[in-house]
């Protein structure tokens, strides 16, 4: 018979709870047949704990899941306390110990944004291995959308590590792929029929919208955006704009890629339809639409700055590609599920791409990125001319279908949109008296504060103001992160399971670091 021997924490819903745990036997059970046998069995053992246990089963069973972002308060998420908490200098110690042993074993081309060690995260919150609490405004760079070891992600990617890893899905298929494909064709916009490839980064992604609109279009030129981020492979550098770091000595690149201007209102002054008005232009003039496969841009560019273009700009450019049959490319690698108050950044101008890639925010952690597109489109290429070892890994599968569930059940779409009104009234207020903050903007959970020279009043970008910054906030245990052509810009990217009283804090920690730097 199986004897009640100790206790072990499991999921319910996003709620932790302490459990006894029974014999092996019961253990390869899922939690509810657990709770089941567990229950059916604790009388035997001992009438306490078989009174408590009925007691915890009737209140879990009432109460419904919560979000983590809810539940949370101050208490513990995945086991970690929703708290900044330092308890050495940052760096401590162990990880200065750990970045020695990096630089000795590690390409130094694999930089890092902090030299801090992570060993556990949930919520809002990364705890270093010096046992140092720090608020997370970063996400993994847009990838914990949902938190980190999210519980839902966590139990379907134990579930399905038990069942396989791995059969390599142009081998022999399975259920969970499909799945995804299915979700992928249903959230993406536009109501017309859609099919979806699956692949592992989002980079490879972008590669394989480019093959698939290549082989549709029968053409071979792409366009690229000014500020635009796609990726380190070959084509993804050639598409990126960026020299330092992302493509400097790894030419020649490849080619038929060509770039056009984007709109970036804080710099240009441009309304959307002259911005587009412009790239268009240069489009025309540059490739010719006859030679042109596909345009390839980020609704708000993410590396280059965290750009929201000008209203109309993204649906002038839509319009054109329709007009010319040119594919239009959405990467939505980083604005897309959830992140900036719509499923896809697309939405906020009710534009419909020809193709979408998603990944990072798409599988909460795990590995997994996608191509979605109009099914004749995506059809084009032949049999077996898309696809890869581990596209599309059960693994990362199982988590993806679980993101989606967490994302559609908790309302993260609302509390991306919520966070977002929270960090643009702080930082319009920040605006409002630090005359280094150029500009504020992003939509949802994706926000970012530009710096330029005070002294010059001619928007000249900082970036030396702008890491001197990030530093202060660093030391005080928040993880924030910089990016921009310029490097001047810092940007915020909570995950949208980070308690209130987190995001307000991290906020004040910023605010610091910006009046401990003037
Ligand atoms: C818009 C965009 N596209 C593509 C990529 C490349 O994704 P990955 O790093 O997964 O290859 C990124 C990564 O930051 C991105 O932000």
Not at 486 to 502: A, E, F, K, Q, T
Request: with cysteine; net charge negative.
């Amino acid at each position: 018979m199986a004897l009640l021997t100790e206790t072990k924490v499991v999921r319910w819903g996003d709620l932790e709870e302490v459990e006894p745990v029974t014999s092996a036997g019961i253990d390869q059970l899922g939690d509810h047949e657990q709770r089941a046998c567990t229950a059916a069995l604790a009388p035997l053992c001992c009438p306490d704990i078989a009174l408590l246990w009925l007691v915890r089963l009737v209140s879990v069973s009432m109460s419904a899941p919560t979000a983590a972002w809810e539940s949370a308060g101050s208490g513990a998420v995945n086991g970690v306390v929703q708290e900044r908490r330092l308890v050495t200098t940052i760096p401590g110690p162990r990880s200065i110990e750990l970045q020695a042993r990096k630089a000795e074993a590690v390409a130094r081309g694999v930089g890092t944004t902090m030299p801090v060690f992570a060993a556990e995260a949930g919520g809002g919150v990364v705890v270093d291995v010096d046992g140092n609490s720090l608020i997370d405004f970063g996400s993994g760079i847009a990838v914990t959308t949902v938190g980190n070891s999210a519980p839902r992600v966590v139990r379907a990617v134990e579930e399905q590590t038990r069942r396989f890893t791995h059969t390599c899905f142009m081998v022999t298929p399975y259920e969970g792929y499909v799945a995804v494909a299915e979700h992928l064709n249903r959230l993406t916009p536009g109501d017309h029929e859609k099919r979806t490839a699956l692949f592992n980064s989002g980079a490879e992604a972008v590669e394989n919208a480019v093959k698939i609109a290549r082989s549709y279009t029968r053409r071979q030129a792409v366009v690229a955006f000014d500020h635009g981020y796609h990726g380190r492979t070959n084509l993804t550098m050639a598409l990126t704009a960026k020299n330092m770091p992302y493509k400097s000595g790894f030419g020649p690149f490849a080619p038929e890629v060509y770039r056009a201007p984007l709109s970036y209102p804080y710099r240009d002054g441009l309304d959307g339809e002259a911005a587009a008005a412009q790239a268009l232009a240069v489009i025309e003039k540059q490739v010719g639409a006859e030679s042109l496969a596909a345009v390839v841009i980020e609704p708000i560019q993410g590396e280059g700055g965290f750009i929201v273009p000008a209203p109309g700009f993204l649906p002038a450019l839509a319009r054109w590609c329709q007009e010319n049959d040119v594919v239009f490319i959405a990467d939505e690698v980083q604005t897309g599920f959830a992140r900036t108050g719509g499923m896809f950044a697309c939405e906020h101008e009710g534009v419909v791409p020809d193709l979408i890639v998603t990944a990072k925010g798409i599988a909460g952690g795990l590995p997994l990125s996608a191509v979605t597109g109009r099914a004749e489109i995506m059809d084009g290429p032949h049999t077996g001319g898309l696809g890869g070892t581990y596209g599309g890994n059960p693994l990362a599968c199982a988590a993806a279908l679980a993101v989606i569930e967490t994302i559609e059940s908790d309302g993260l779409v609302d509390r991306a949109r919520a966070m977002g009104e929270v960090l643009l009234s702080r930082l319009g207020a920040l605006q409002q008296r630090d005359p280094r903050v150029g500009d504020v903007r992003g939509r949802g959970a994706m926000v970012a504060v530009e710096i330029v020279d005070a002294g010059s009043g001619s928007r000249t970008p900082d970036a030396a103001a702008a890491a001197q910054i990030a530093a202060a906030a660093h030391r005080e245990g928040l993880i924030a992160l910089t990016c921009g052509t310029y490097g001047n810009v810092l940007r915020l990217l909570p995950p949208l399971s980070m308690p209130d009283h987190l995001l307000a804090e991290g906020l004040d920690v910023l605010e610091a670091a910006f009046a401990s730097t003037r």
